[in-house]
């Protein structure tokens, strides 16, 4: 789950992280009146979005007076604002977060995450601040420093200070950065975080660190643990058929691709796109649902499948372990009888109850395409959709 950067500046003081001071505003009228209760002579007026390089495409504006605040707001405002992380469909933008102006001497990046290689959180600094962590990690990775943390210990200040040390700290931003990192992490943990990211970290002239921006994404599995958390959920931000893929359950990520996905089992959803990406193909979505999948379940993952107007084929492949393949089938006939279906769609379901759910289908009048094996049936979609 994803919360804007506002949302996640607010969670970040609770643990002592400096932020500038700042008001969310979702009309021109509203962003005048929060920069007058900021005051000062110049503010920022951001686009809130729930991706990165809002700058580059024209979503971070300087605003130097009142009257320019409101023309500002009035042009981001309902804009379509495309970033190399929105795709070129870009994100209509529908609230903005006024900020005040800070007199930056230095912008850094610092961010925590999880370190899969190694199975520990790592915290990692870097001072190139402003420019995508992606970029830098492949031309000048040795410009990242990281600090691997211990589960059994948590953050400990010395690698707080070899950070801070790192990026050339001195004096009071020596010791500002120190504490930033230690509440950062400390937010990053308690909050259940898959990502904390500051970019940019800013040093002002007079050594105070802040956090410029601030990403935070939270691990849907803790969610539970953190029931306040759902209320920053922007539904508007996330796909349509993902939010109805999560009211259903269902672990869903659209794709680019026209061979649409229905596989029971992560690892399974995986192979499954590798090989339809070798037979010639492109996946339209990661669909697992899952190992014990009711019959309505399956059916609700065939109706977002078939909402998407890329999909020309559909791969049900399923491994009947712990859900049953008369289920599965059940629930796929049930869901074509209630979503028009004019594509192929091929099937191959092995396992549990398997020659009930070939005999589900034969008997269902619908024209499916079964396969036998893995490697069939990828073929087939695929050899479907160039017919």
Wanted: hydrophobic share 45%; charged share 25%.
């Amino acid at each position: 789950m994803k919360v804007h950067e506002y949302q996640a500046k607010e969670i970040l003081k609770r643990f002592d992280v400096l932020v500038p001071r700042g008001k969310v505003a979702f009309t021109p009228d509203e962003a005048i009146l929060a920069a007058k209760e900021l005051g000062g002579s110049v503010w920022v007026v951001k686009a809130q979005i729930h991706a990165g390089g809002r700058g580059k495409g024209g979503g971070v504006k300087l605003a130097r007076s009142l009257d320019e605040v409101g023309a500002l707001a009035q042009q981001i405002l309902g804009m379509r604002l495309v970033t190399h992380q929105t795709g070129p469909e870009g994100r209509i933008v529908k609230r903005l977060l006024i900020e005040q102006g800070i007199s930056i001497a230095r912008e850094l990046y610092v961010g925590v995450t999880l370190d899969r290689a190694t199975s520990r959180n790592a915290v990692m600094a870097s001072t190139e601040g402003g420019v995508e962590i992606e970029k830098v990690a492949s031309e000048a990775p040795e410009k990242i420093l990281k600090e691997f943390i211990e589960r059994s210990i948590g953050f400990q200040s010395f690698q707080a200070r070899a950070l801070a040390f790192g990026l050339g700290l001195e004096g009071n931003a020596f010791k500002n950065a120190v504490k930033f990192l230690d509440g950062l992490y400390r937010a990053y943990e308690a909050m259940d975080c898959s990502l904390a990211e500051i970019n940019p970290l800013v040093v002002t002239t007079d050594g105070d660190v802040l956090a410029l921006d601030a990403k935070m994404n939270f691990d849907d599995n803790a969610l539970y643990r953190h029931p306040e958390l759902h209320q920053l959920r922007d539904l508007d931000e996330e796909d349509p058929l993902e939010v109805e893929a999560s009211a259903s359950n269902l672990n869903y990520i659209k794709l680019d691709g026209n061979v649409g996905c229905m596989v029971n089992g992560a690892g399974l959803a995986m192979a499954t796109m590798d090989i339809i990406k070798l037979a010639g193909g492109q996946p339209a979505n990661f669909l697992d649902v899952g190992g014990g999948a009711s019959a309505e379940t399956v059916a609700a993952g065939f109706r977002i499948i078939l909402a998407d107007p890329n999909v020309k084929a559909v791969l049900i492949n399923i491994f009947g372990g712990i859900v049953r393949c008369d289920r599965v089938a059940t629930g796929v006939v049930e869901a074509t009888g209630k979503v028009k279906v004019n594509i192929p769609v091929v099937v191959r379901l092995a396992g549990t109850n398997a020659d009930l759910a070939a005999g589900i289908l034969k008997n269902s009048g619908l024209n499916f395409l079964v396969a036998g094996s893995f490697k069939e049936a990828a073929e087939k979609v695929t050899q479907a959709i160039r017919n």
